[in-house]
């Protein structure tokens, strides 16, 4: 099968790699589409994440396919179920390591209740949970769109969002996006966005923001005085920079919180006002479970009030995978989806 592997800092390519061999605990899976994270993949491709995994690697984490082949311990999957989050996973004799591994023809899932079986007292890997079941009339690309939409609920609740929440979001990006969308639909009283850049502005105001600010600092003095500084409950971080953490330190209540999403890379380490902060406990990084929204989001989407379309920019076949990568390092793209062709 063919991969998408990261073999050098900044470089891609696509190979030709085993198909992972499935453990009894596993289903096999036909990956038929996988979304670029904007954030961890691309600090994966550079080394700023997870750099401890050895070279090469198979990157991506947002997938989506049908389940072809089923352990004999498998109960949670059967065959023709399309399945989010499945990754190409192999043993370290192989040579090829695993970034979560979405970006391939072919990835597994796991059954937690037969690996349990077959691990008594084991650990539970975090992502067995959230590969869960879509619909099948969903399109494969759209249904991408669903693994964002489920981790930015579940942020949004854990982060305390609710009617009587003043929230400030600062990013622009999905994250941010879905961040919005679901402190609207919280009921979330007054919700403003900062960004860097106008163009953004009625994105947001549409999501359901009261406000977006823009400007060459995303907290600059003139572009909070509607709200004035300090003057929110919760302040969301969806960039992933210690600098974004600074500028929520600007904006949030002496006794409110910022809920910390995003992963800084490597080389950005916290300035000491971020440092003192989490010692105080005024920052405090978000604990996702997608999987507890997974019946939420579908609902919405079957409601009609999710259009899974309107969350993908670019859907490119999994050969462009260098030019849709382009796309979003270059900001051209808010979320690119690479297909796979299995015909």
Request: glycine fraction near 8%; aromatic fraction near 8%; charged fraction near 20%.
């Amino acid at each position: 099968m063919r991969a998408l592997l990261v073999t050098a800092p900044d470089k891609l390519e696509i190979r030709d790699v085993p198909v992972p061999e499935m453990a009894p605990w596993e289903a096999l899976v036909r990956i038929e589409a996988a979304s670029i994270c904007n954030s961890t993949d691309v600090k994966i491709l550079k080394r700023e994440f997870v750099s401890s995994i050895p070279l090469p690697l198979v990157l991506g984490h947002e997938s989506v396919g049908t389940v072809v082949k089923v352990g004999s311990a498998v109960t949670r999957y059967r065959l023709g179920d399309r399945v989010l989050r499945a990754g190409a996973y192999y043993a370290p004799e192989v040579g090829i390591n695993s970034a979560w591994g979405a970006f391939a023809e072919y990835g597994l899932v796991t059954d937690p209740d037969a690996w349990l079986t077959a691990h008594p007292g084991g650990n539970v890997g975090g992502q067995w949970q959230a590969q869960q079941i879509v619909p099948p009339e969903i399109p494969p690309a759209e249904a991408t769109a669903l693994i964002n939409l489920k981790e930015t609920l579940s942020s949004a609740k854990a982060a305390g969002i609710n009617a009587d929440t003043w929230v400030a979001i600062v990013g622009t990006g999905p994250v941010a996006r879905g961040m919005c969308y679901w402190a609207h639909w919280l009921r979330a009283p007054f919700l403003v966005v900062f960004g860097r850049h106008e163009r953004h502005c009625h994105d947001f105001l549409d999501l359901g923001a009261n406000y977006y600010m823009a400007g060459d600092q995303p907290c600059a003095v003139s572009e909070v005085k509607i709200a004035g500084k300090h003057a929110f409950d919760r302040v969301i971080e969806a960039v992933g920079s210690q600098q974004a953490l600074e500028d929520a330190l600007t904006l949030v209540r002496p006794d409110g919180l910022i809920a910390n999403y995003g992963v800084a890379q490597e080389s950005d380490p916290p300035t000491a006002a971020v440092q003192e902060a989490r010692a105080a406990g005024r920052i405090f990084d978000i604990a996702v479970r997608e999987q507890d929204e997974h019946e939420t989001v579908l609902e919405c989407v079957r409601k009609g009030e999710l259009d899974l379309r309107k969350w993908i920019t670019d859907v490119l076949p999994f050969e462009r995978a260098q030019e849709a990568f382009d796309l979003v390092r270059n900001k051209r793209s808010l979320k690119a989806v690479l297909t796979f062709n299995q015909g």
